[in-house]
């Protein structure tokens, strides 16, 4: 049972250039995340999925798109990378009963670095 | 505006020592709150608290939440070096009748156990 798992685990980009950044997991959660971490700032919210097909911002969305074509896969795109996205990309996957979450579970992220 | 707030921001201590972390909270329609331990990758689960005065425990781990007065404590007793890493306090928010788990985070507490 893999649970989250995100590709790459490291990349380098130049600034302008796109990737594309995969999350996929395997315990059949309805939502999911894509989330950046900072030093000193926590983990802040890019966009989320609440099912296959549907996509929402969260805190900090500019410069980034996501797709949910299939329900075990969430993908993450810059278009253009800036140095300003420099960070580490945390998915995660989770599912509700009425308003409780369970299974909240993180990938173990991707370190992206844009000179 | 939501936010979590964490203190302190870092702590040295020595094995054997008893740390208390704090997270504060202000988050329109609270639902729960989650501790999370990072130890350079992926945070893992400790405790989610959605209601007031019962604490939760998990060996020498405990946690207890006052949504009077928004904040929530985690403790470790007579820590271990295995204990260094950085707690993270997330805050979930009702949106209606669910959860569509929107996490906000704190900063982060790192904490440091020297032998």
């Known amino acids: 049972n893999a649970g989250v798992t995100q590709t790459p685990k490291f990349r380098v980009l130049k600034t302008g250039q796109s990737m594309t950044l995969l999350c996929a997991q395997d315990m059949n959660h309805e939502y999911m995340y894509w989330y950046r971490q900072d030093p000193g700032m926590g983990l802040r919210l890019i966009h989320y999925s609440v099912g296959e097909g549907t996509t929402a911002k969260g805190e900090v969305p500019d410069g980034y798109n996501v797709s949910r074509l299939k329900k075990q896969n969430f993908l993450l795109g810059l278009e253009s990378a800036a140095p300003s996205q420099t960070s580490v990309y945390f998915c995660?996957?989770?599912?509700?009963?009425?308003?409780?979450?369970?299974?909240?579970?993180f990938g173990s992220g991707t370190r992206l670095t844009v000179v | 505006e939501d936010k979590v707030v964490q203190s302190p921001l870092s702590l040295v201590v020595h094995e054997g020592d008893t740390v208390t972390l704090n997270c504060s909270y202000e988050v329109t329609n609270f639902r729960s709150l989650l501790w999370y331990k990072q130890e350079k990758k992926a945070p893992t689960f400790l405790f989610m608290l959605t209601s007031s005065g019962i604490e939760k425990k998990s060996g020498r781990l405990s946690s207890i939440l006052d949504n009077k007065e928004l904040f929530s404590i985690l403790n470790i007793t007579a820590t271990q070096t295995g204990d260094s890493a950085v707690y993270l306090c997330a805050v979930d928010r009702r949106a209606g009748g669910t959860s569509y788990g929107k996490l906000t985070f704190g900063q982060g507490t790192i904490l440091t156990v020297h032998p």
């Open positions: 995660a996957s989770s599912y509700n009963v009425g308003v409780r979450l369970y299974g909240y579970t």
